[in-house]
């Protein structure tokens, strides 16, 4: 069974500045996918980024950005010039390719301040 | 209307009481799901389904009860429920296992907020 972990409950970042969430994981897959899923206050659940395990070059969206080291199992997002809005719960989730189920971590608090 | 919606938003109930959630996707899925997310512990998946048929039950009590009558709709049917299952419950969909690449990604709705008295 797939294992989900993020050791942050909680973060806070001054508006502009960075902040990085960890995740690690446990699988036997080789052929995977990762997420990052941001739950606002508003609670609907929306995808931030993903990455595909066979993929050595670290996925990337605009001010996101992941650090995927899959020797490590290790998949960390990086929120470049935090702003207000980024204010959430972020979910660190994974799946095997041929699969549909996710597994989710049990998410980081981040809270921007001005 | 686009998405993912859930009704209701919220639910209150007696541990006697029957009632469902609704689940509706537009976006053309195969596939949707139920899931739990209580306070300080992860998502739990609890059902699966593809293409109409249940391909996944994560050991639910059997007072919680799926129905998946067209791709497009899901609904959670509650009966006799304990205190301990308040939680939100969250719906998704995602293209589904259709013989072709599936890239994860699942689409949320607002989730049912539920509280059983």
């Known amino acids: 069974a797939q294992t989900v972990t993020q050791s942050q409950p909680e973060m806070s970042v001054q508006e502009a500045e960075t902040v990085t969430l960890s995740c690690t994981y446990d699988?036997?897959?080789?052929?995977?996918?990762l997420f990052w899923y941001k739950q606002p206050p508003s609670r609907q659940m929306i995808l931030v980024i993903r990455?595909?395990?066979?993929?050595?070059q670290n996925a990337t969206e605009n001010r996101f950005s992941v650090n995927f080291q899959k020797a490590a199992k290790s998949f960390s997002l990086k929120i470049s010039d935090s702003q207000l809005g980024d204010t959430a719960m972020y979910f660190c989730?994974?799946?095997?390719?041929?699969?549909?189920?996710?597994?989710f971590g049990g998410g980081t608090r981040v809270l921007v301040k001005p | 209307e686009t998405g993912v919606t859930q009704t209701p938003r919220h639910l209150v109930m007696g541990m006697t009481n029957k009632k469902s959630l609704k689940c509706e996707q537009h976006?053309?899925?195969?596939?949707m799901y139920w899931y739990k997310q209580s306070a300080k512990k992860p998502l739990e998946l609890m059902f699966v389904?593809?293409?109409?048929?249940?391909?996944e039950n994560n050991s639910v009590p059997s007072r919680f009860s799926p129905e998946c009558p067209n791709s497009s709709h899901l609904f959670l049917h509650l009966h006799t429920l304990q205190p301990e299952d308040s939680a939100l419950y969250l719906c998704?969909?995602?293209?589904?296992?259709?013989?072709?690449?599936?890239?994860?990604?699942?689409?949320f709705g607002e989730g049912s907020r539920l509280t059983v008295l």
């Open positions: 998704a969909s995602s293209l589904g296992l259709a013989g072709g690449p599936d890239t994860g990604e699942l689409f």
């Open positions: 699988t036997s897959e080789n052929n995977y996918y």
């Open positions: 389904y593809n293409f109409k048929e249940q391909t």
């Open positions: 989730a994974f799946t095997k390719a041929a699969g549909n189920k996710l597994t």
């Open positions: 990455q595909e395990a066979y993929k050595q």
């Open positions: 976006l053309g899925h195969n596939a």
